[in-house]
């Protein structure tokens, strides 16, 4: 693949406006183009008019650290949103700012997690206890958030009892006065072990209230005339796995090809890996922080009907989700906007329903957790029907959206301005990317480097570690870390991290004297 150094300058466009639509927890082979046992034709509707990006990844497997890496285009270990339960300093200059500064009309709906659920006296919040049902603030504030002009928030995957804010105020608008019915306690009222099919009618959820909401602010911004940028954020198909009917019923479990863990695969991986094959595993030494651990527990929760109605359940929930994006793609085309809109989907991290007997999401460094489903379309732009392997972070989308406006990047943002591979996608703006995971101040801090060919994942404070070679093992089912045929891979790859750690520093401003 050709690298961007190696061509001449880029044509500049007309700056564009921005739409970014995001699932929540999305696993990269969840769109029908690709996979047939799923239904999007609205996301294969976006394959044929765009590119996409076959080798994208999150900066981090969970939902807070990789959000504020999307707005401030720095990773999480520079942003300091580390791990789920922390919050995104405000002190941080975010891409919404930046292109409101330069007349663009911003604003986000549906899911934020930029901040924690639990408030305390040093970190406050707006997305958790205390805030979240108090209705009377929501109608009063819609912005600003982190540098959108306008923030409608909604923070509940399904039926939690996180439901509140903005969304709430919305199911009360359309008559349905009993929404506490349909979400658990102590907000409402809903059975928490009543998991697929969601009572809950389809007008009412989340995702129809997005696409509204989303539609009304696209022709505010056509009939003002102005440039914007708008992120569609859906929570699906975040689990629980909870989805109205039709889409509850529109997948046959038996007819689905379900992952399990092969015989001994874990068995030269970390010993975190094979502990959740266990059906009571003591994970209490990596216990430091006093909350719960994403991942670490058993990975046993289903019985084999279950697994296969959880499967199911959560590819109706995308397939559901994919309508609602579909509106939003009509109504942009209805008021004439589709021409000038940059669109990008993509989701924040991807999922784990049966891959190497894993379920959900933790310290996992496999491809069906780090890498994640990623389109660009921009008519007469960006290619259309077009797939490329040129590697792509979240952590760059601010870059190259600022890129694409026409505005200088800060030297504080450390992701990559791929406007150029975007354009051609036979370039590529980088050779490896970098996830991180820290869960735990030092017993769950990994990071993981991944190039054309290989990843390596490396622990704080351990010896052991995972190599994979993803050309000739693509199920990542053999680790070659403590192969001694590879030892000299092994100290390669730990270089190539070392020079990719090192580069991805941030220079906030230019050296400007001798001293």
Known sequence: ?????????????????????????????????????????NLDRLVKEGTTFDRAYCPNPTCTPTRASIITGK??????????????????????????????????????HFQQVTPTEEHPTLEGRGTLHDYEFWKKFNGPYYGFEVAEMARNHTN?????????????EQGCTNWRDYFAAPTGTMDENKLYHW????????????????????????EEDESFFLWASFPDPHPPYLVPEPWASMYDPNTLTIPHVMPGEHDQNPPHF??????????????????????????????????????????????????QIGRILDRLEELGLAEDTLIVFTTDHGHFFGQHGLQFKGGFHYEDLL??????????????????????SLVDLAPTFLSFAGLPVPGAMT????????????????????????HEPTTIHQKT??????????????????????????????????????????????LKYAWAELGKEAMPMPRVSHA
């Open 415 to 438: 992701g990559v301005d791929q406007a150029a591979v975007w354009r051609e996608p036979e370039l590529s703006a980088r050779d490896h990317v970098i996830c991180e995971f820290r």
């Open 75 to 112: 990773y999480p270990s520079q942003h300091g949103a580390w791990t789920l339960g922390t919050s995104l300093s405000e002190k941080h200059t975010t891409i919404g700012e930046l292109l409101g500064k330069d007349e663009y009309r911003t604003a986000l709906v549906g899911k934020a």
């Open 1 to 41: 693949m050709k690298k961007l150094e190696e061509r001449g300058s880029v044509m500049k466009n007309k700056r564009p406006n921005i739409l970014l639509i995001t699932s929540d927890q999305q696993h990269w082979n969840t769109i029908g183009a690709f996979n047939p046992e799923i239904s999007t034709p």
């Open 199 to 222: 009572q809950l009618p389809e007008k009412f959820h989340y995702n129809s209230w997005i696409a509204e909401r989303t539609n009304e602010l696209l022709e505010s911004y056509k």
């Open 371 to 392: 890498k994640i489903p990623f389109i660009v379309k921009y008519p007469n732009v960006v290619p259309a029907n077009t797939r490329s392997n040129s590697l792509q």
């Open 449 to 494: 480097y991944v190039n054309e060919r290989y990843k390596i994942t490396v622990y704080y404070n351990q010896t052991y570690g995972e190599i994979f070679d993803l050309q000739e093992d693509p199920e990542e089912l053999h680790n070659l870390w403590a192969d001694e045929r590879f030892k000299d891979l092994k100290m390669e790859l730990l």
């Open 274 to 323: 094979g502990m959740t094959q266990q059906e009571k595993p003591d994970f209490s030494s990596y216990e430091e922080s006093g909350f719960s651990i994403h991942g670490y527990h058993s990975h046993q929760v289903f019985t084999e009907e279950e697994h296969r109605k959880a499967v199911a359940t959560y590819y109706g929930m995308v397939s559901f989700m994919d309508e």
């Open 160 to 172: 939690e009892w996180l439901v509140g804010q903005h969304y709430v105020l919305w199911l009360e």
